[in-house]
């Protein structure tokens, strides 16, 4: 089993920024695929990013291209979301996630793709 802990959500401003962080433990997560999706208020969880297990590929929904960087340290079993100018419409909780097992060229954005769950962190964007 692994157990995911997500951290660093806040409230923040339009234009801010923000970085999460989602720690392991429990098994290492080297060889994991790992994602980041969020969950807003009525709408159903959505795909943010993934990285693959040495983090040479990584994948972005088109809404936070160029905003968002998805990032890992295997040596301390944790994954990383950088979030920059962010805006209200990303205001959600965010989830990470990881996959025991996959393609390294296979961008994986379901929620059934993914084997393990943390529990959230929210990020509020104020206008």
């Known amino acids: 089993q692994v157990q995911l802990v997500e951290s660093g959500g806040g409230l923040v401003q339009a234009g801010g920024s923000l970085r999460l962080s989602c720690a392991a433990s429990?098994?290492?997560?080297?060889?994991?695929?790992m994602g980041w999706f969020r969950q807003a208020p009525g709408k159903e969880r959505e795909f943010v990013a993934t990285?693959?297990?040495?983090?040479?590929?990584?994948y972005y929904v088109d809404s936070v291209k160029g905003r968002f960087t998805i990032s890992r340290d295997n040596a301390k079993n944790t994954v990383y979301l950088q979030m920059n100018s962010l805006k209200p419409e990303d205001t959600a909780v965010y989830y990470c996630?990881?996959?025991?097992?996959?393609?390294?060229?296979?961008?994986?954005?379901?929620?059934?793709?993914?084997?393990?769950w943390g529990q959230g962190t929210q990020v509020t964007v104020s206008s």
């Open positions: 996630a990881a996959k025991v097992s996959g393609s390294r060229t296979y961008s994986y954005r379901l929620v059934r793709d993914y084997d393990y």
């Open positions: 429990g098994r290492t997560i080297s060889t994991y695929i």
């Open positions: 990285i693959s297990w040495r983090g040479v590929n990584r």
